[in-house]
């Protein structure tokens, strides 16, 4: 399974951008899709997760704000970020597993290359 993610950007505080990642190859091993986050920490950090029957899942920090979305016949996810904060400063890694979730510390599946989010204060 290949990923391909785009939509990296610059944005103020308040702001919105959305990023999208399609997935190609071997695509019906894929369960589970989001987005991961790197942070401060040396563990990416999952931010929002979909699973093939639709159901979301949310860092808390990003409830509210964030919205993930998945088309399974284009073999997409979305996440829109709105209302942006500096916090929110990052990459973002899309990932795609064969596990019906996903979740930080998931050794399973496949991951794209990251795309950067800025959000100025």
């Known amino acids: 399974v290949q990923l391909q993610a785009s939509g990296r950007g610059l944005v103020q505080a308040g702001g919105s951008l959305s990023l999208r990642c399609e997935a190609s190859g071997n695509v019906v091993s894929i369960n589970s899709m989001g987005w991961y986050r790197q942070g401060t920490g040396k563990q990416r950090e999952v931010v929002a997760s979909?699973?093939?029957?639709?159901?979301?899942n949310y860092a808390d920090s990003v409830k509210g704000r964030f919205t993930i979305s998945r088309d399974n016949d284009k073999n997409t996810v979305h996440l829109q970020m709105n209302n942006l904060e500096p916090e929110d400063t990052d990459v973002y890694y899309c990932?795609?597993?064969?596990?019906?979730?996903?979740?930080?510390?998931?050794?399973?599946?496949?991951w794209g290359q990251g795309t950067l989010v800025t959000v100025s204060s």
């Open positions: 979909i699973t093939r029957g639709g159901s979301t």
């Open positions: 990932r795609a597993s064969q596990t019906p979730v996903l979740y930080t510390g998931n050794p399973f599946g496949w």
